[in-house]
């Protein structure tokens, strides 16, 4: 059976974030991953992100903007 369990390894030790349920003992394997930062972007859409001459317009990006639920009878003009 294999499990994986997200830990941090640091000064030669690896730390587990949690403990594996009914291990006692067993082999391990350990796979290093690079440390980046998650890419955070500040739209949802963007300029070119599709693919071909399907690119993405400024229409695009306004259809995209909420503008209200005009349902839920909240005032959103302000």
Same mark, same amino acid.
């Given at each position: 059976? =294999? +499990? ?9 030790? #690896?730390? =587990? ?5 009914? #291990?006692?003992?067993?082999? #391990?394997? #350990?796979?290093? @991953?690079? @440390?980046? $930062?998650? =890419? ?13 001459? $399907? +690119?993405?317009?400024?229409?695009? =990006? ?11 009878? @909240?005032?959103?003009?302000?």
């Amino acid at each position: 059976m =294999l +499990q994986s369990i997200e830990g941090i390894y640091k000064d030669g030790k #690896v730390e =587990l974030a949690e403990l594996p349920p009914d #291990v006692l003992e067993s082999r #391990v394997i #350990v796979t290093f @991953l690079e @440390l980046k $930062n998650p =890419l955070q972007y500040s739209q949802i859409m963007t300029f070119g992100m599709f693919s071909g001459e $399907n +690119q993405s317009t400024e229409d695009d =990006l306004g259809i995209a903007e909420f503008h209200g639920d005009r349902e839920d009878y @909240l005032d959103w003009s302000k």
